[in-house]
């Protein structure tokens, strides 16, 4: 693929400015505005070699811009013709002149780059257009309708040759080429940039525009941002890497390399109770298991977990002495003579018991570096649990039989006295007090009848018109004599004569000791039917322990969990970092606000 060559760049060098380099443009533009002023001759052209355009930056029209600045000689006036004044000399500038340098300005403000104005420069050289710096050449090529900036404008700057060759030597040889293919169509000149007067501006406005500062100042601030956001990534990845990934890192090491594998030996047993037992209410039998021992469940479970289990085990099977072993990693591993409280903190980290009330099971998990020693450690564990539970029920079967023989021998007293009390009372009245006031009671039925025979019969008497005197008064004797009877079996039954009692007082005394009697004889066989039931209930047991799953040697190491515990320790050092950095961030807002 053929590309166009590109065109060499070239700037034009101002030169030293002449004085007649400063009064050409205006005073031949003031000549030209006078109508007075005689006509000039055109001054001859100087004569120049015609020369290809060189990559250096002497300027090439000075000496035509020099020679066309000159003044021809005025004509000597004729004696007809009157005589003009002559013109003053100045700078006076035109409409079209203003107008420019007001396109000029416009132009400058628009913040063109340097390269822009030369492209301006080389687009206006192509089209013959004479421009007197760059900002003119802008000005005249937009007054022509032409845009300087156009792509199509730089491609056509490298015209080939004809038959469709392009120059050979590169840019250089074309550009020359352009430059005497214009020579020749022209009028033989070689259109070279121009220079200008010295003292004025020639350079490229060092403004910027309103739009291009606010444009840069975001682009520093936006580049300002992305600096310190990068910054502060790096430093939070240093943060992260130092307290969470290096920590993580070891962890990690310690679980797949160091940590010695540990075995564990599951187990599940539970306790019931007889069904058999014997309670007091008749629906004690139809409770669920686990709320009827519940508490015996607890209770083997806190002693299993107590230091009380561990000094046992340690007795029987060595706990300390398996854990002190060298084979054993640093940080799982004893110290060769270790403390109880040492001890019991990892017995507590490897016997792991946990107790599900919904189904009143007891899981226990036995964790050591041996599987065989860890089956021995957990039927040793069993072992004390079970001894645990029958502890527990013979506990309760003998406080069950003590209650029960107190309260048999409290019943047992309690008829005694009430029965010495019946007795007293019987005999320090010699009498039974309920037989004589029954006898009372039917004299009295007795007498009442007799007093109303006689009654009736005193009646009678004293119905007749002249009654017999001598029966009357019989009769009212009869009567007299049966109420003073009847008067005294209700004292006597009534009223407490001296040194006794009176017979109803004494009938109720002994009614009530009667009633105690009774009352102290239902205690005393309830009493002697709970010391028999307690006496059934202590010659059997009440709990059992139930082994549900034996403890069987495992074949495979279950600890440590690699990835597992990784994984945690990754999520518990970025916990921490993340609680420091809140930390951090609370206390710094706080002492800055």
């Given at each position: 693929m053929i590309t166009k060559p590109k065109a060499r760049k070239f700037r034009v060098k101002r030169s030293p400015a002449t004085p007649a380099d400063e009064v050409s443009p205006s005073v031949e533009a003031a000549k030209a505005?006078?109508?007075?002023?005689?006509?000039?001759?055109?001054?001859?052209?100087?004569?120049?070699?015609?020369?290809?355009?060189?990559?250096?930056?002497?300027?090439?029209?000075?000496?035509?811009?020099?020679?066309?600045a000159k003044p021809a000689p005025a004509a000597k006036p004729t004696p007809e013709a009157p005589v003009a004044p002559a013109a003053k000399a100045g700078d006076v500038s035109s409409a079209a002149q203003v107008t420019g340098e007001q396109d000029m300005d416009a132009i400058r403000k628009e913040g063109l780059t340097g390269r822009q104005l030369r492209m301006a420069r080389r687009v206006a050289q192509k089209h013959n257009l004479p421009a007197t710096s760059d900002f003119d050449a802008v000005r005249l090529l937009r007054a022509k309708g032409i845009d300087p900036f156009q792509r199509s404008n730089m491609l056509e700057l490298v015209v080939p040759q004809a038959g469709g060759a392009q120059h050979e030597g590169g840019p250089g040889n074309a550009l020359a080429a352009l430059a005497a293919q214009e020579g020749g169509a022209g009028s033989g000149k070689i259109q070279l940039p121009q220079t200008l007067a010295a003292g004025r501006a020639t350079l490229p406005s060092t403004e910027v525009s309103p739009m291009e500062r606010r444009t840069r100042e975001i682009s520093d601030i936006q580049l300002d941002i992305t600096r310190r956001r990068r910054k502060k990534m790096g430093l939070l990845i240093v943060r992260l890497a130092f307290f969470v990934l290096i920590p993580t890192f070891f962890a990690g090491y310690y679980f797949y390399k160091m940590a010695t594998p540990m075995y564990a030996t599951d187990s599940q047993f539970l306790i019931i109770q007889n069904e058999g037992g014997g309670g007091s209410s008749p629906f004690a039998s139809m409770l669920p298991t686990q709320f009827a021992n519940s508490a015996d469940?607890?209770?083997?479970?806190?002693?299993?977990?107590?230091?009380?289990?561990?000094?046992?085990?340690?007795?029987?099977?060595?706990?300390?002495?398996?854990?002190?072993?060298?084979?054993?990693?640093?940080?799982?591993?004893?110290?060769?003579?270790?403390?109880?409280?040492?001890?019991?903190?990892?017995?507590?980290?490897?016997?792991?018991?946990?107790?599900?009330?919904?189904?009143?099971?007891?899981?226990?998990?036995?964790?050591?570096?041996?599987?065989?020693?860890?089956?021995?450690?957990?039927e040793k564990l069993l072992s004390y649990a079970e001894e645990r539970v029958n502890n527990l029920s013979q506990a309760k079967r003998e406080d069950g039989m003590r209650d029960a023989q107190i309260g048999y021998d409290k019943a047992v007293e309690s008829r005694r006295e009430a029965q010495q009390r019946l007795i007293e009372l019987q005999v320090a009245d010699g009498v039974d007090p309920e037989a004589v006031i029954a006898a009372i009671r039917a004299q009295i039925t007795n007498y009442e009848t007799l007093l109303i025979e006689k009654q009736l019969e005193l009646a009678a008497l004293m119905d007749n018109a002249r009654p017999n005197s001598a029966k009357v008064d019989g009769a009212q004797g009869d009567v007299r004599r049966l109420q003073n009877a009847l008067a005294q079996l209700n004292d006597r039954m009534n009223n407490a004569t001296e040194g006794h009692n009176s017979l109803a007082k004494q009938a109720v005394t002994l009614q009530l000791a009667q009633a105690d009697l009774v009352n102290a004889d239902t205690n005393l066989q309830l009493a002697q039917t709970g010391l028999e039931q307690a006496r059934t209930n202590a010659g059997r047991q009440v709990r059992y322990l139930t082994v549900a799953v034996r403890p069987v040697p495992s074949e495979e190491p279950s600890y440590p969990r690699k990835f597992e515990n990784t994984i945690l320790a990754f999520l518990i050092f970025s916990g921490i970092y993340l609680m420091m950095s809140l930390t951090a961030s609370i206390l710094r807002e706080q002492v800055t606000s």
């Open positions: 505005a006078t109508p007075e002023a005689p006509p000039q001759a055109p001054a001859p052209e100087a004569k120049r070699p015609v020369q290809a355009p060189q990559t250096s930056q002497a300027p090439q029209q000075a000496p035509q811009q020099k020679a066309a469940s607890i209770a083997t479970q806190a002693y299993l977990q107590s230091k009380d289990a561990m000094l046992r085990l340690d007795e029987d099977a060595g706990f300390k002495q398996h854990f002190a072993e060298g084979d054993i990693d640093a940080i799982q591993r004893l110290n060769s003579d270790p403390t109880n409280e040492e001890a019991y903190k990892l017995y507590k980290k490897n016997i792991k018991i946990g107790y599900d009330p919904t189904e009143g099971v007891i899981r226990m998990e036995v964790i050591a570096a041996d599987p065989n020693v860890a089956t021995r450690f957990s």
